[in-house]
C-alpha cells in the first residue's frame, strides 16, 4: 500500500514538474540567446530618452504585461530567490534576466532599449524623481490599497503571487527616504578589489536600499512584476560594468561561493538558464550585445570554447510574436507621457537639490528582518551604513566650507 502510495505520489509530482516546463514554453517565450552580435546597443538613461523613445518602450512593456510576461519573470525570481541573492550569482544571473527580458522586447518592437533608472540623479529626494511621476512610471501606490495609478503602469493588475494590482509602499508613508549618492557607490568601486568583495557591498547597500525604499511589491521577490525593478537593475548592471571596466580581468573571472557554499567560477553554470557564468562577465558577449551610455566599452569577448548552453539548447523553440498593436487615439485632454522640460539630467554626483540650504540626510539603516527574508547580509549591511554615513556627512562638510567660502568672498 505504501509502495503503492509513493509510486502515485511520483507521478502527480513528475506531471506537475512537466507542466511546470509546458507552461514556461508557452506562456512565456525562453528566446535563444545569439551566438554572435549582429549589432551593438546603447542602453541610456531613461530620462534622456526622446518623447517617442519613452513611448515606444512603453508600449512594448505594455504589451508584455498583457500578454502575463511580467507575472512569468516575476514567478521566476520568486521561485529561486535563495539562489541568486547573498551569493556570486546576483551579478551574473541578473545580467542574464535583464537580456531576457530586453531579447523579448526587442521581438515585440526591434528598436527599443532597456533604459535604466539613474535613482543616484535624485538620491537626496527621491520624490523629486521625473520617473516616479506620472510622466514615467508613476510613485506611491494609492492610499488604502497601495495600487498604483498613474503614470505607464497606471491601475496594472497581476496574478503573480495572487491575483491584486500593482503595488508600491513608500518606507516613510508619503517618501521612499534618501537613497546611495553616487559618491558612496564610487567609493565601493575604488576599493572593492575582489568581485565578491564588490557585489557584497552594492548588494547590501544601494540594491537593496532603493527595493525597501518603494515598498510594495518592489520590495518582495515577485519585483519584476514592476517594470521599474528592470530599470533598477541596469542601474546595478551599469554600476558592475563601470567596476569590471577598470580592470581588464574582471571580465573573465569571478571568486566567491554560491547559496550552498561551492566556489564560483566562470565555469559555474547559473540557476535555471544553465548556462556557464562566464558568458555573462561582457556585455559585450554573444548573445547580450550591449554598452552603457558612460560606460568604455568592453573588448569584444568570446566565451571559451565548449562553453555550456543548456539553456539555448532546451528552449530553442520560441514561436513568432504577433505585431505591437498601433497606439490608440488620443482623445482631447490625454496628453500622453511625455517628457519633462529641461535637459537630461546627466549629473551622476549629487542630488538635483545641491543648492537647498539643508543638509542632506543619508538614508536609514535597512530593516533587519527585510534583510534575512531577502538572503542578504546583516553585517554587510552594517558596515555599508557606515560608509554612506560617512560619505554623506563628507558631502554635508564640503558644502559648509563652499557657503562659508562664498559669503566671505562676496563680502
Not at 502510495?5 to 545569439?34: G, H, N, Q, W
Not at 500578454?67 to 541568486?84: A, C, E, L, N, V
Not at 569577448?301 to 562553453?307: D, K, L, V
Request: net charge neutral.
Amino acid at each position: 500500500m505504501v509502495i503503492r502510495v509513493l509510486k502515485y505520489f511520483c507521478i502527480i509530482l513528475v506531471a506537475s514538474l512537466a507542466s511546470d516546463v509546458v507552461a514556461a514554453k508557452t506562456v512565456f517565450p525562453m528566446p535563444r540567446l545569439e551566438s554572435s552580435c549582429a549589432r551593438t546597443v546603447v542602453r541610456r538613461d531613461v530620462t534622456t530618452l526622446g518623447p517617442t523613445e519613452l513611448q515606444r518602450f512603453i508600449r512594448v512593456v505594455r504589451e508584455m504585461h498583457r500578454r502575463g510576461w511580467m507575472d512569468g519573470f516575476g514567478s521566476m525570481h520568486d521561485h529561486i530567490s535563495h539562489q541568486i541573492h547573498g551569493n556570486e550569482h546576483f551579478f551574473a544571473w541578473h545580467r542574464r534576466f535583464l537580456r531576457h527580458f530586453e531579447v523579448l522586447m526587442q521581438q515585440i518592437d526591434p528598436d527599443v532599449v532597456l533604459p535604466y533608472w539613474n535613482w543616484g540623479t535624485f538620491w537626496n529626494n527621491p520624490l523629486a524623481d521625473p520617473v516616479l511621476s506620472s510622466a514615467y512610471f508613476g510613485g506611491n501606490g494609492r492610499p488604502g490599497d497601495n495600487c498604483v495609478i498613474e503614470g505607464a503602469e497606471e491601475r496594472w493588475g497581476r496574478n503573480y503571487p495572487s491575483r491584486n494590482c500593482l503595488t508600491r509602499k513608500y518606507r516613510y508613508g508619503s517618501t521612499t527616504g534618501a537613497f546611495w549618492p553616487m559618491r558612496a557607490v564610487r567609493d565601493v568601486m575604488n576599493t572593492a578589489r575582489t568581485h565578491a568583495q564588490f557585489r557584497s557591498r552594492i548588494e547590501n547597500g544601494a540594491h537593496g536600499i532603493v527595493h525597501l525604499g518603494l515598498g510594495g511589491d518592489f520590495e518582495t521577490m515577485w519585483a519584476p512584476v514592476d517594470v521599474l525593478f528592470f530599470m533598477h537593475h541596469a542601474m546595478i548592471d551599469k554600476i558592475w560594468a563601470e567596476w569590471q571596466s577598470r580592470d581588464p580581468t574582471r571580465m573573465h573571472a569571478v571568486d566567491g561561493y554560491d547559496a550552498a557554499r561551492q566556489p564560483v567560477t566562470a565555469q559555474t553554470l547559473m540557476p535555471f538558464y544553465g548556462e556557464e557564468v562566464g558568458s555573462a562577465l561582457s556585455t559585450n558577449g554573444p548573445g547580450y550585445c550591449y554598452v552603457y551610455d558612460d560606460v568604455p566599452a568592453p573588448p569584444a569577448f568570446r566565451p571559451r570554447r565548449g562553453a555550456t548552453l543548456a539553456f539555448n539548447a532546451m528552449f530553442n523553440e520560441t514561436q513568432p510574436l504577433a505585431p505591437l498593436p498601433p497606439s490608440p487615439p488620443r482623445h482631447a485632454g490625454n496628453s500622453g507621457f511625455t517628457r519633462p522640460g529641461g535637459t537630461a539630467f546627466y549629473d551622476k554626483e549629487s542630488s538635483a537639490e545641491t543648492n537647498v540650504a539643508e543638509e542632506y540626510e543619508p538614508p536609514r539603516p535597512m530593516d533587519v528582518s527585510w534583510l534575512k527574508s531577502r538572503n542578504m547580509d546583516v553585517e554587510e549591511a552594517q558596515r555599508m551604513q557606515r560608509l554612506v554615513d560617512d560619505v554623506v556627512a563628507q558631502m554635508n562638510a564640503e558644502r559648509k566650507q563652499k557657503t562659508e567660502s562664498d559669503v566671505a568672498g562676496s563680502q
